[in-house]
């Protein structure tokens, strides 16, 4: 993402926008765009759903008919039996249901922490990621460090990649 964002700061600071304020423009403008992302795909989602509990009822109503009137020949009688037999399974397994609602909560959440991690550190990388980078080589024995190249660092041939093509 730094190597996504970075060429707009880049372009904002060319602007003669401070780098503080050009990374706050970006990081808003990517998290209006990600929410506006998100947000239409809810809204479809919560759209669809009523045509989706329609088709829903329709196809049980398909295989109730089709499970009295079909090979099986079952009365209604046994599909109310079996239906109660599902309930009670149900019930039963309320809480393995229930830690399993619980668990994908968790989830929710942690992923949600691990994405402000990542906002926190892409803030990071966008206001000192020249510097960052070749101080983090430094730190690495001698032995071990690539040639430079004709690059400064190692996110810029990234960077090249993915420039928008009005940042210049």
């Known amino acids: ?8 700061v880049d372009v904002l600071v060319k602007w003669k926008v401070p780098r503080g304020v050009a990374i706050a423009q970006v990081m808003v403008g990517a998290l209006v765009l990600l929410g506006g992302l998100l947000t239409f795909v809810v809204i479809a ?15 049980l109503a398909d295989i109730n008919a089709w499970l ?4 099986l020949q079952l009365t209604e009688r046994q599909l109310d039996e079996y239906f109660a037999q599902f309930s009670t399974m149900l019930r039963e397994n309320q809480a393995a ?3 399993g609602v619980l668990t994908t909560a968790a989830t929710v959440g942690e992923t949600l922490i691990q994405l402000l991690l990542v906002i926190f550190t892409l803030v990071f990388l966008l206001r000192d990621g020249s510097m960052i980078c070749p101080g983090m080589a430094a730190m690495s024995p001698l032995s071990t460090r690539r040639p430079r190249g004709p690059r400064r660092s190692g ?14």
């Open 68 to 71: 009295t009137t079909g090979p």
């Open 97 to 99: 249901i229930t830690t």
């Open 45 to 59: 989602f919560v759209n669809g759903l009523p045509g989706l509990v329609d088709q829903l009822l329709q196809s």
């Open 155 to 168: 996110s810029s041939g990234l960077t090249v990649s993915t420039r928008l093509p009005w940042a210049g």
């Open 1 to 8: 993402m730094a190597a996504l964002l970075a060429p707009a």
